[in-house]
C-alpha cells in the first residue's frame, strides 16, 4: 500500500489523505502536466487508501473515479481517525503459522502472542514474507521467487533474503527451506 500526499506517491506508505479540493486539483494536475494521471488514478484505485477531509475535497477525486473515504464530522482530527481505523480493519495480514498468529502491519510484522515488539522489515524481506503468506504453506520454487521479487536477481541473492528475513523475524523457523525444492511459510 502507497501513500499519495499532493506531492509525491512512495511505496512505503499507507494512505493519502487529502484536506482541501484545490489540493486535489492540483495533485491531478500535476500528474496530468507530467503523463502521469492515468498511472495515478489507476494506483488510487487499487493500493492506496484514499482520504478527504470532507465531501467538497473529494469530489475531485469522485469525479476522476477515485473512491475517498470522508469522516462524518469534516475535521482534520476526524479524518485521521478515520484514516486509522479504516487501516486497522482492513489492512492487516493475518497468517497461522507454526509459531502462532503472524500479523503485518504496513512494514511491521509481530507475533501478538508474544511479549516481544513489532520487527520493522525493509521493503525485500517484506516483499519475501508476504509472497510466502500468501502461498500459504504451499513451497515456492526459486524459480518462482525470483520471477516474484523483481529487487531479487540471482539465487544467491534470494538466499541472503531469505537469511536477512530469517534473521529480522522473532521467530526464524517460520521460513523453511524445502531442500531442492525452494521455499515455504511453516504453517
Known amino acids: 500500500m502507497r501513500i499519495a500526499t499532493p506531492a509525491v506517491t512512495t511505496p ?24 502521469k494521471r492515468e498511472e495515478l488514478i489507476a494506483a488510487l484505485q487499487t493500493d492506496v487508501l484514499t482520504a478527504a477531509v470532507g465531501a467538497v475535497t473529494a469530489h475531485p477525486l469522485a469525479e476522476a473515479g477515485v473512491e475517498a473515504i470522508v469522516p462524518h464530522r469534516w475535521r482534520l482530527g476526524a479524518l485521521i481517525k478515520k484514516v486509522c481505523d479504516h487501516l486497522e480493519s482492513h489492512h492487516i495480514v493475518r497468517a497461522e503459522t507454526a509459531h502462532g498468529t503472524m500479523e ?59 537469511s536477512r528475513l530469517r534473521k529480522s523475524l522473532q521467530a526464524p523457523a517460520v521460513v523453511q527451506t524445502v531442500v531442492k525444492r525452494g521455499y515455504k511459510l511453516a504453517v
Open 104 to 162: 503485518i502491519r504496513g512494514h511491521q510484522v509481530r507475533f501478538p502472542h508474544t511479549p516481544t515488539a513489532p520487527v520493522r522489515l525493509s521493503p525485500a524481506p517484506l516483499a519475501l514474507l508476504r509472497e510466502l503468506v500468501m502461498a500459504d504453506g504451499t513451497v515456492l520454487s526459486r524459480e518462482e521467487l525470483l520471477e516474484m521479487l523483481p529487487l531479487c536477481d540471482s539465487e544467491r541473492a534470494l538466499e541472503m533474503l531469505v
Open 12 to 35: 512505503s506508505s499507507a494512505k493519502s489523505p487529502f484536506t482541501a479540493a484545490p489540493a486535489v486539483e492540483a495533485f491531478l494536475g500535476v500528474a496530468q502536466q507530467y503523463g
